[in-house]
C-alpha cells in the first residue's frame, strides 16, 4: 500500500484489488476488505478524496503532514484526549461523552475531564436542552462555525453506515415501531434506513446495474401520498449521485 499510494497517489478499491492480483497478493472479495479494513485500524491508510461515485484511499502520514495544527497539546495522552474530544465535538455535536465513547472508544473518566476543561476555556460550550430529563449537550462554543448541511429534505435514504445512526447513543431517531432490532434487521436485509419527518419508517436498498438505479424500499407502516413523494424525492438525489 505504500508503494501504491505514495506521493498522494490516490487510488479506488478496485484499483488497489488489482495491483494485488497483479502482484500475487490475496486479493478476493473479503480479503481485500479485511486488509484496507486492517490498515485503516493501523493508521496506514486513510479516505481520500471521491472520484466519482467511488471512494478513493491515501496514506494516512502524507495527509496528516499536509493538516494544519492546532493549538491543542499532543504529546501525551490528555493531550491526546482533549484534541479528539475537541474535534469530535466542534464536527459532530451536540453530542456527549457517550456519543464519544460509541464513536472512538474512549473511556467516560477521560472524556469527561477533557470536556470540562474545554468548557471551562471557552473552546466548548454546554447546552442544556430543557425536556422531562434536562438533557445536556456539548457543542464548538464558537459562534462563526456553522453546520455544513444543505437545505432541509423531508425524507432521507440513510446508508447502512452513515454516522447519524452509529454515532449518537441517545439521539438516534425514533422508531416508527418501538420493538423493532433496527441493527439485525439493516444487517440482514443489506440496505439502509428510510427517515421521514425525524422518524426511521423502515429499510431501503439500492442496485445499480448498467445506467439503471433501483430502489426498494421496505416501510414498517403505510406511507402517505406526501411521504411517498418525499422518498421519491430522496430517491432522485441518488440516482441524480449515481449518475
Same mark, same amino acid.
Given at each position: 500500500?505504500?508503494?501504491?499510494?505514495?506521493?498522494?497517489? /490516490?487510488?479506488?478499491?478496485?484499483?488497489?484489488?488489482?495491483?494485488? /492480483?497483479?502482484?500475487?497478493?490475496?486479493?478476493?472479495?473479503?480479503?481485500?476488505?479485511?486488509?484496507? &479494513?486492517?490498515?485503516? @485500524?493501523?493508521?496506514?491508510?486513510?479516505?481520500?478524496?471521491?472520484?466519482?461515485?467511488?471512494?478513493?484511499?491515501?496514506? @494516512?502520514?502524507?495527509?496528516?503532514?499536509?493538516?494544519?495544527?492546532?493549538?491543542?497539546?499532543?504529546?501525551?495522552?490528555?493531550? /491526546? %484526549?482533549?484534541? %479528539? @474530544?475537541?474535534?469530535? #465535538?466542534?464536527?459532530?455535536?451536540?453530542?456527549?461523552?457517550?456519543?464519544?465513547?460509541?464513536? &472512538?472508544? %474512549?473511556?467516560?473518566?477521560?472524556?469527561?475531564?477533557? %470536556?470540562?476543561?474545554?468548557?471551562? $476555556?471557552?473552546?466548548? $460550550?454546554?447546552?442544556?436542552?430543557?425536556? $422531562?430529563?434536562?438533557?445536556?449537550?456539548?457543542?464548538? !462554543?464558537?459562534?462563526?462555525?456553522?453546520?455544513?448541511? *444543505?437545505?432541509?429534505?423531508? &425524507?432521507?435514504?440513510?446508508?447502512?453506515?452513515? =454516522?447519524?445512526?452509529? *454515532?449518537? !447513543?441517545?439521539?438516534?431517531?425514533?422508531? !416508527?415501531?418501538?420493538?423493532?432490532?433496527?441493527?439485525?434487521?439493516?444487517? $440482514?436485509? +443489506? +440496505?439502509?434506513?428510510? @427517515?421521514?419527518? +425525524?422518524?426511521?419508517? +423502515? #429499510?431501503?436498498?439500492?442496485?445499480?446495474?448498467?445506467?439503471?438505479?433501483?430502489? *426498494?424500499?421496505?416501510?414498517?407502516?403505510?406511507?402517505? =401520498?406526501? =411521504?411517498?413523494?418525499?422518498?421519491?424525492? /430522496?430517491?432522485?438525489? #441518488?440516482?441524480?449521485?449515481?449518475?
Amino acid at each position: 500500500l505504500g508503494e501504491l499510494l505514495g506521493g498522494r497517489n /490516490a487510488l479506488t478499491r478496485r484499483e488497489i484489488q488489482a495491483e494485488f /492480483a497483479a502482484r500475487g497478493l490475496p486479493h478476493g472479495g473479503e480479503q481485500m476488505g479485511h486488509q484496507l &479494513a486492517t490498515a485503516e @485500524v493501523r493508521a496506514v491508510i486513510c479516505g481520500g478524496p471521491p472520484r466519482g461515485t467511488e471512494h478513493t484511499y491515501l496514506l @494516512v502520514d502524507e495527509v496528516i503532514a499536509h493538516t494544519p495544527d492546532d493549538d491543542l497539546p499532543t504529546r501525551d495522552r490528555p493531550g /491526546a %484526549i482533549r484534541r %479528539i @474530544v475537541h474535534r469530535f #465535538l466542534s464536527g459532530h455535536g451536540p453530542g456527549d461523552e457517550r456519543d464519544l465513547l460509541r464513536w &472512538a472508544n %474512549i473511556p467516560l473518566t477521560e472524556s469527561r475531564v477533557a %470536556i470540562a476543561e474545554l468548557v471551562e $476555556e471557552g473552546i466548548l $460550550e454546554s447546552l442544556t436542552v430543557r425536556d $422531562e430529563a434536562g438533557e445536556e449537550f456539548i457543542l464548538h !462554543a464558537d459562534p462563526t462555525v456553522r453546520p455544513r448541511t *444543505t437545505r432541509e429534505h423531508a &425524507a432521507y435514504l440513510l446508508p447502512t453506515f452513515d =454516522e447519524v445512526t452509529l *454515532t449518537y !447513543a441517545r439521539t438516534g431517531f425514533p422508531l !416508527a415501531r418501538a420493538t423493532l432490532d433496527r441493527s439485525r434487521l439493516i444487517a $440482514e436485509a +443489506g +440496505g439502509g434506513t428510510v @427517515v421521514i419527518g +425525524g422518524v426511521d419508517v +423502515g #429499510l431501503w436498498k439500492r442496485t445499480v446495474t448498467g445506467r439503471k438505479v433501483s430502489v *426498494t424500499i421496505h416501510p414498517e407502516r403505510p406511507l402517505t =401520498e406526501p =411521504e411517498r413523494d418525499a422518498v421519491d424525492e /430522496a430517491i432522485a438525489r #441518488l440516482t441524480a449521485f449515481h449518475e
